[in-house]
């Protein structure tokens, strides 16, 4: 037996009566006549804590005085080693040697839009609601707030609270907004069961409707951000009046959007003044041109009218525009363009700014088309799903079809980016993150030293850092938004927008100009970093929060 515990020394814990007698106990169950013959000999054994408790050695001083020390640097500035507002981030492995065809959607990818875009869809959509939908004027006198939030919040249609929900569905319960004003959090907690939301009230999960058939509502693209400064002004204007038919509300509020982009009044003024709301840039034109020159096959495949996206494209790339393209769709009804496998293309004549009536059976280079769908486009090009690497800005309509059903690799354009890296770079951020990370092992040491000893002073100190936990995660949220944070973060966890670009996109960078940097040549290869999950080890060198990680092979 001696010998089997110097090979298996875990083996030494049972505990009884507070003393361990592993040796003693498990040779009493297996040789009694042995273990009663020599039983005043006594047994020196180890605690079963040296092997299992990490948190064995505490010390409340020293831990105290880890905490004081760590205050202290908390106030000092940090410099961060962060990331770069060029760089390209990583969700999963991308090979760019692989990739054959480079698709581009054409708002907010090929197109930067200024603020002056939305500040004009904000406009169109109020005069809708005023005029067709006999609103009250006095909502004229009020101006949006471009500030109060940020891309990513949920609506609930049935009451008009907006909300912040993470990647696990659940809401935060301090966002929860009513016009500007802040929900009184027991009403929150009344009105919403355990803070969480059931997955099937949740629209635009996938492919749902906009204010169709589902109680939530995903302020998910770049456009919506005009939508949710509309929703807080006509909830603000109708929030003391009582007995408000709220869903007749936001039910109008969403007709007024979808009838500014389907009416052409919206694009009608874009393209009278291209230069006012689209901003001009060489760099798309020497991308493309670096794309072609490289042997790529380049597509461009936009729910956009061919009349617009030209107008658009003669301002970013010039009048030659088309000639960098292998194919270019118009019209497309993404993300039904991706679903659908008989739907024919027609050609435009954007001379004559109307379609052509012969079947399309191949596809010239530097003309337009119309409608189609994806299954016929790699028919004809014999391209294959796989090939194809496809940027956009919307997850759902530009990416989630493609990532979900065809193989098709996914680029997300996500401006918001250049501002979020401005503030993680930031030393106040950089130092508030730090002593945030180590608050939190030491409320975890100190809660152990708790249980351990049951000092009432371990117990105290753990629920004051607790609080001072909740106050720097407040303090960091304030840095990117003061009423709702990070866009791709909700307190510690990732946010509901978060997860679905984590799902759907391969890479996500601010620009689709990023391409150009000097390391993304066409031998690249985008891996995401390995991060310790919650129940593994961090090892020298880990890095939980970064993803940015390339290689050339």
Same mark, same amino acid.
């Given at each position: 037996m001696a010998a089997f515990f110097a090979k298996y020394?875990?083996?030494?814990?049972? !505990? /009884?009566?507070?003393?361990? &007698?592993?040796t003693r106990s498990l040779r009493s169950i297996l040789f009694p006549a042995a273990v009663a013959a020599s039983r005043p000999r006594r047994v020196h054994t180890t605690p079963l804590s040296a092997f299992a408790n990490p948190y064995n050695n505490l010390d409340l001083e020293n831990i105290e005085a880890q905490y004081s020390h760590l205050r202290e640097l908390s106030h000092s500035p940090a410099k961060a080693s962060g990331h770069q507002p060029w760089d390209i981030f990583v969700n999963n492995t991308l090979r760019l040697k692989e990739i054959e065809v480079y698709g581009f959607d054409y708002d907010y990818t090929l197109a930067e839009y200024n603020q002056a875009v939305l500040e004009?869809?904000?406009?169109?959509?109020?005069?809708?609601?005023?005029?067709?939908?006999?609103?009250?004027?006095? &909502?004229?006198a009020m101006s949006a707030d471009w500030s109060f939030g940020c891309r990513g919040l949920h609506l609930d249609t049935s009451n008009g609270f907006l909300m912040k929900i993470d990647a696990y569905n659940r809401l935060q319960e301090e966002t929860v907004r009513c016009g500007h004003e802040l929900v009184p959090i027991k009403e929150v907690r009344k009105t919403y069961l355990n803070n969480h939301i059931p997955y099937?009230?949740?629209?635009?999960?996938?492919?749902?409707? /906009?204010?169709?058939?589902?109680r939530f509502y995903h302020l998910h693209n770049l456009f919506s951000r005009a939508e949710l400064a509309l929703i807080v002004n006509v909830m603000e204007h109708f929030r003391g009046i009582r007995h408000c038919n709220v869903p007749s509300i936001i039910a109008d509020i969403g007709d007024a959007v979808s009838h500014v982009h389907l009416s052409g009044?919206?694009?009608?003024?874009?393209?009278?003044?291209?230069?006012?709301?689209?901003?001009?840039?060489?760099?798309?034109?020497?991308?493309l041109g670096v794309l072609q020159k490289a042997g790529k096959k380049l597509v461009m495949i936009t729910n956009s009218g061919s009349k617009f996206v030209n107008v658009g494209m003669q301002h970013i790339v010039g009048d030659d525009w088309q000639e960098f393209f292998d194919v270019i769709v118009t019209d497309a009804r993404k993300p039904d363009f991706y679903s659908q496998s008989d739907k024919p293309f027609r050609? @435009?004549?954007?001379?004559?700014?109307?379609?052509? @009536?012969?079947?399309?059976?191949?596809?010239?280079?530097?003309?337009?088309?119309?409608?189609?769908?994806?299954?016929? &486009?790699?028919? &004809?090009?014999?391209w294959k799903y796989w090939q194809i690497l496809y940027f956009g800005d919307d997850v759902y309509s530009d990416l989630a079809d493609p990532a979900l059903h065809s193989g098709i690799r996914t680029g997300c354009i996500t401006p918001e980016l250049k501002r979020e890296i401005a503030v993680c770079n930031s030393p106040d951020y950089v130092s508030k993150t730090q002593f945030l990370r180590d608050l939190e092992r030491l409320v975890e040491e100190m809660q152990a030293l708790y249980r351990e000893t049951r000092n009432p002073r371990a117990k105290e100190l753990s629920e004051k850092w607790t609080n001072e936990m909740t106050v720097t995660i407040e303090e960091l949220r304030a840095m990117f938004n003061s009423k709702y944070g990070?866009?791709?973060?909700?307190?510690?966890i990732p946010s509901?927008?978060?997860? /679905? !670009? *984590?799902?759907? *996109?391969?890479? =996500?960078?601010?620009?689709?100009?990023?391409?150009?940097?000097?390391? =993304?040549?066409?031998?690249?290869?985008?891996?995401?970093?390995?991060?310790p999950l919650p129940h593994e080890a961090q090892y020298r060198g880990m890095q939980v929060s970064s993803s940015k990680t390339s290689r050339t092979e």
């Open positions: 020394p875990a083996t030494r814990g049972v !505990l /009884r009566g507070g003393v361990t &007698l592993a004009l869809l904000y406009d169109e959509c109020l005069k809708y609601l005023i005029t067709e939908k006999k609103f009250p004027r006095a &909502l004229k099937n009230d949740i629209s635009n999960q996938y492919g749902k409707p /906009r204010y169709g058939g589902t009044h919206f694009h009608k003024a874009i393209m009278k003044d291209i230069g006012k709301y689209v901003d001009k840039s060489t760099e798309i034109r020497q991308l050609r @435009w004549d954007v001379e004559k700014n109307a379609p052509h @009536w012969e079947t399309v059976d191949m596809f010239e280079r530097a003309t337009v088309y119309q409608g189609g769908c994806l299954a016929k &486009l790699l028919k &004809l090009q014999n990070s866009m791709f973060r909700v307190a510690q509901f927008s978060y997860a /679905r !670009l *984590a799902r759907f *996109a391969d890479i =996500y960078t601010a620009s689709i100009t990023n391409l150009l940097q000097p390391q =993304y040549n066409p031998e690249h290869v985008f891996f995401p970093r390995r991060t």
